[in-house]
């Protein structure tokens, strides 16, 4: 979009390095002549609808918000008051994005600064447009109190006195109804693309479960000759020459995992040995994040055990119990984990484990229902394997390498586009708000009534909390 844009007929440097060049009928002023702090708070409880801000979708219901960030507080009574048309900034995040307009009537967490125009001179659209600009969050650091940089604490008198690049009102409306409708169209585009990795996803997980369940025989792309009853809920009839194994007679040992005591420090100074826990598992095949390294000496002295793979490790305590992994080299893990050495090679050890994944939510609803889930090792050490002969075994999972091999590749070239467009769009905010390219004439053009976007779908959070992708950085209550 912005190669058809022009820039502006005339510049001025305005002396500020992350700014720039800008039009010269722009005034620079103060963040604190255009925007005061409400300060009002919720003390009488006049509203209960409680807001949240995620980056990417702004100020939403806290309803909205699923499984990420902190909690909200059960006291909302010091929580910040909020009306449609605030700007709402996360004091401790904004550095990275935790920015947002307010539709909303509601309150939000005392780390948030709500901010309200001062006169009807600005468009609140613009100064929200404003501050989704990259290059003015950065420049915030200088201002942070704290040691990491994303979770600075920018206090509100510094705030306040940033310069803020400011068109007359009718251009605002303008820079704001084209930014309206680019965005429009990039979230269209990028929700396009999320669909496409749902379809693909669920397309490569029917292709697993069909092969490792023996639905269909890989080699003829048909249905077996015959089959029987496994007598397993989750898996249903499968071919009749497959035979069914308990997992601990697959594998020739289990072990759980244990946590060097911290306090020593040679048992963590130049380790060399991938120490893992329940945050280390993805939806790959392979385990491969480590939390830390541990050194021999915490295996010689026996305060951890020593993994030889190939390994399937089970998260049989906290909130991810269940989920399963593969480990293909020497390692240790966390007391939350259980590994089952085999005794085959890694071929059919990637069969096991896929088709134990089909298990893992039946596995998590055998829990206890203690504060914290805790799978029965009787249970979890017999779990049903079927298996087929060896070099049926071998087929298949050559063929499911190859088939979701070519699917990866489609789903991270969609994630790739997303990437872009994000980035594009990131630029494109940049050079708009900043008077680079001169969109007046072209928005001049623009329906007056932008259509409202549903948002993008966005990654979830993990156990910890901590941000993971395009979504809210953790709120402080």
């Given at each position: 979009m912005t190669q058809y844009l022009p820039p502006y007929p005339a510049y001025k440097d305005t002396g500020i390095p992350w700014l720039g060049r800008i039009p010269t009928h722009w005034e620079v002023v103060r963040l604190g002549a255009v925007l005061a702090e409400r300060g009002e708070t919720n003390t009488e409880l006049q509203t209960t609808n409680v807001l949240s801000?995620?980056?990417?979708?702004?100020?939403?219901p806290y309803s909205e918000k699923g499984n990420i960030g902190n909690k909200k507080s059960e006291d909302i009574s010091r929580y910040k008051v909020?009306?449609?048309?605030?700007?709402?900034?996360?004091?401790?995040?904004?550095?990275?994005g935790s920015v947002g307009l307010s539709r909303y009537h509601g309150c939000l967490s005392p780390v948030y600064y709500v901010l309200t125009r001062r006169n009807d001179r600005y468009d609140p659209r613009y100064l929200n447009a404003y501050f989704q600009n990259k290059a003015f969050q950065?420049?915030?650091?200088?201002?942070?109190?704290?040691?990491?940089?994303?979770?600075?604490r920018i206090p509100m008198e510094k705030l306040k006195a940033e310069p803020f690049p400011l068109p007359p009102l009718a251009e605002q409306r303008l820079i704001a109804r084209y930014l309206d409708w680019a965005d429009g169209r990039i979230r269209r585009l990028?929700?396009?693309?999320?669909?496409?990795?749902?379809?693909?996803?669920?397309?490569?997980?029917?292709?697993?479960?069909?092969a490792v369940t023996g639905q269909v025989d890989v080699r003829t792309g048909k249905p077996y000759p015959a089959y029987k009853d496994s007598g397993v809920d989750w898996l249903g009839k499968v071919?009749?020459?497959?035979?069914?194994r308990p997992l601990k007679r697959v594998a020739k040992c289990y072990q759980n995992g244990s946590t060097p005591p911290t306090s020593v420090e040679y048992y963590y100074k130049k380790g060399e040995i991938p120490w893992y826990g329940p945050a280390s598992f993805t939806d790959r095949d392979y385990v491969s994040d480590p939390i830390r390294f541990i050194s021999k000496k915490a295996i010689e002295e026996g305060v951890?055990?020593?993994?030889?793979?190939?390994?399937?490790?089970?998260?049989?305590?906290?909130?991810?119990?269940?989920?399963?992994?593969?480990?293909?080299?020497?390692?240790?893990?966390?007391?939350?984990?259980?590994?089952?050495e085999f005794k085959c090679d890694w071929r059919k050890s990637l069969f096991i484990l896929r088709q134990l994944r089909l298990c893992e939510s039946w596995l998590r609803n055998t829990?206890?229902?203690?504060?914290?889930?805790?799978?029965?090792?009787?249970?979890?050490?017999?779990?049903p394997c079927v298996l087929p002969p060896d070099d049926e075994i071998f087929d298949?999972?050559?063929?499911?390498?190859?088939?979701?091999?070519?699917?990866?590749?489609?789903?991270?070239?969609?994630?790739?586009?997303?990437?872009l467009l994000r980035e594009y769009r990131t630029r494109l905010i940049a050079d708009v708000v900043t008077g680079k390219v001169d969109v007046r004439e072209v928005a001049a053009r623009l329906p007056e009534e932008v259509e409202e976007m549903a948002p993008e779908e966005t990654e979830e959070a993990g156990e910890e909390g901590i941000d993971v992708g395009d979504e809210e950085i953790c709120e402080e209550n």
């Open positions: 801000v995620l980056r990417n979708r702004g100020v939403i909020v009306h449609p048309d605030d700007i709402v900034v996360n004091s401790m995040n904004v550095i990275i950065h420049s915030l650091v200088r201002l942070g109190n704290g040691i990491l940089a994303h979770r600075m990028i929700r396009a693309r999320q669909r496409q990795i749902k379809l693909l996803e669920e397309y490569k997980q029917a292709l697993i479960h069909q071919p009749a020459h497959w035979e069914v951890s055990k020593l993994i030889h793979a190939p390994a399937l490790l089970v998260v049989v305590i906290g909130a991810t119990a269940g989920r399963m992994t593969l480990m293909r080299e020497e390692g240790s893990t966390n007391q939350q984990i259980t590994a089952f829990a206890s229902t203690a504060t914290i889930p805790i799978l029965d090792t009787n249970i979890v050490t017999n779990l298949i999972v050559k063929y499911l390498d190859t088939q979701t091999a070519r699917i990866d590749a489609a789903i991270a070239s969609s994630r790739r586009s997303i990437d």
